[in-house]
């Protein structure tokens, strides 16, 4: 069955480092997500993105993040400059769009910065 | 802004007995989704529920959508301890706009003891 995977799986970095999250949707899927969920907190919604470029945004998602889809097939979120507080579980996710929104899930990558 | 609200957060409840978790959000939308998720784990999807009225069951679960009460509900049937989980509804705020991230409640963390 196609799924979403991300790479890594835990990333620990400190504080003021960039880093760049990983993620491969599901091949015939148009639409592609970031959300992140801080530890024991609700799913937030960062940014989705179709047709090369970015579709929507949250408030969450000021100009120390970006998102890229270099190669036709990854889907990257990249943190700049990370703060304690960007520590979290990042989720990508895509959907088929044309009409089908359900969204697919990767396993997430652990954000901890120190 | 789009507000949804679940209730309760948090559940606890023996085998075999019935309950039903509930999901209220502020503005109007048609497309409904719920999500499990197992500790330290991704988003699983559960039900897609796209229309007034829709309801859908899978095994002892079964999801129901009042789109004029922006009210939908999650019924567990006879609890058995593997449905032990956090459950998140989430709504897409615009109709068939794929592009639009997905708005999460809090979850319901829910217990399931023998």
């Known amino acids: 069955e196609p799924e979403v995977t991300q790479t890594p799986s835990h990333q620990v970095t400190q504080m003021g480092q960039e880093v760049i999250l990983r993620c491969v949707p599901i091949s015939n899927h148009l639409y592609f997500y970031w959300y992140r969920q801080i530890l024991g907190q609700k799913v937030e919604f960062l940014v989705s993105f179709y047709n090369n470029e970015i579709s929507e945004k949250s408030e969450i998602f000021d100009d120390q993040f970006s998102v890229e889809r270099p190669d036709g097939s990854n889907f990257t979120l990249k943190i700049r400059s990370t703060k304690l507080e960007d520590s979290a579980m990042y989720f990508c996710?895509?959907?088929?769009?044309?009409?089908?929104?359900?969204?697919?899930f990767g396993q997430g990558t652990r954000l901890t910065v120190v | 802004e789009l507000k949804v609200e679940q209730n309760p957060l948090f559940l606890s409840m023996q085998e075999g007995k019935n309950y039903t978790i509930y999901c209220n959000y502020s503005t109007t939308s048609d497309r409904l989704y719920w999500y499990r998720q197992d500790p330290g784990k991704s988003l699983e999807s559960l039900f897609v529920l796209l229309s007034n009225g829709a309801v859908k069951q899978e095994g002892r679960l079964m999801a129901s959508l009042d789109t004029k009460a922006r009210l939908s509900t999650l019924h567990i049937t006879a609890a058995v301890h593997d449905l032990s989980a956090t459950y998140f509804c989430a709504v897409l705020l615009v109709p068939g706009g794929g592009a639009d991230g997905l708005t999460f409640g809090k979850g319901t963390h829910l217990i399931i003891q023998p």
């Open positions: 996710a895509s959907t088929p769009g044309t009409g089908n929104t359900e969204a697919f």
